[in-house]
């Protein structure tokens, strides 16, 4: 990876790509850290950390710190990444879009276009709730429909700001812009998570102590990452062979290739559908002021993946079984609207292709129906071992950092997708220096 950067630095094209991502990533940083006027930054913690509960941290991880302090790009890249994933269940199930969709470069423009007004809509609303929010907490300096107003008003401008900065990086830039900033978002967390595991675990222990924890982070980390790695990048490789067909007087086909099906065909969707969906009910409730029973208490306990493998609150596990289910059954649903079997099939069968001793057609649809439904439970288990690592210990030792498995899985496959991009345009470069000389 370093050698590939050095070389692309040697290409004057890609330096100014690297260099052109580099100042619009320092544009979105220094606008993290512009603060919203008149608010009471601490009523916005306290208020966002009860209504939020346990996803405030990964929410917080996704915009670099700006959420919880309540900046210009608070809400970040999340109204766009809602309204990309909502864009692509509605494909499924509105004909017009899946018409668009498929309807090539042009279709995509469209799509692209409706995603960003669905984004804007998005950005308004959360924007709205969090303001009103924020006027009964007392939490602005004085709650009028003015400063309501000034607080809708940043937040959405600073959503569309940093969605117009993502383009800029998909177009001029290197990789895919929503993706990058999202990424040194993530990243940007990462030192004051460490800070807080120093000071939790090193701190003030003896030697041996201190060595110890020292060890047991870094090959908890370690070996994390390596697994994230293995995991985006595994595959099965369904093999594909393509009849000889007659054309003229000579054969031509009978090429042997293979069909790419990704172990984690489904990627970070399904945590984020299954986060999302446990922190409605404290959401609802604290947003109606609702006074919940004893009863109902103990049940927001189990939705809190602080309180997940905690001795003090074993009824909290009840929540770990339905965040578990919650991400088999979307790792399934994702990938039921994004990997069609039956198409693939018939396009096989159009083109004259086949898998060996498979025969075309509905026997090759069951075919990749069961590889698809081994391989999508292969990869979930792997999700969950990677989400489950950190809440484990978070419950256990009180290890609270921002980023977990989601954000691991997030930065080694925007740097491996980046770093592919980036090799393939030099490889572009090389070929298209040959073809000038």
Known sequence: MFKTLVNAFKIEQLRKRIFYTFWIVLIVRLGCQLPIPGIDVAQVQQYLQSVVGSSYSFIDSFTGGSFLSMSVFALSVTPYITASIIMQLLTIAIPALEEMHRDGEDGKKKMNKITRYVSVGLAIIESAGLAIGFSRQGALGESNFFTVLTVVVTLTAGSCIIMWLGERISDKGLGNGISIILLINIVSRMPNDFSNLYIMFVK???IVQAVVAVCIVVAVIVGTTIFVII???AERRIPVQYSKKVQGR???GSQASYIPLKVNTAGVIPIIFASSLLSVPSIVINLFNVTPGTTWQKILQGMNQNYWFNPEYPWASVGLIIYILLNIIFAYFYTSITFNPMEVANN???????????????????????????IVLIGVIGLLIVAVIPIFFNGMFKADVSFGGTSLIIIVGVILETMKQLESQMLVRNYSGFLND
């Open 231 to 233: 995991l985006q990048d």
């Open 204 to 206: 003030g222990k003896d």
């Open 250 to 252: 000579k054969l031509a």
């Open 348 to 374: 096989m069968k159009k083109s004259g292709g086949f898998i060996p001793g498979i025969r075309p057609g509905k026997p090759t649809q069951d075919y990749l129906n069961k590889i698809l439904n081994y």
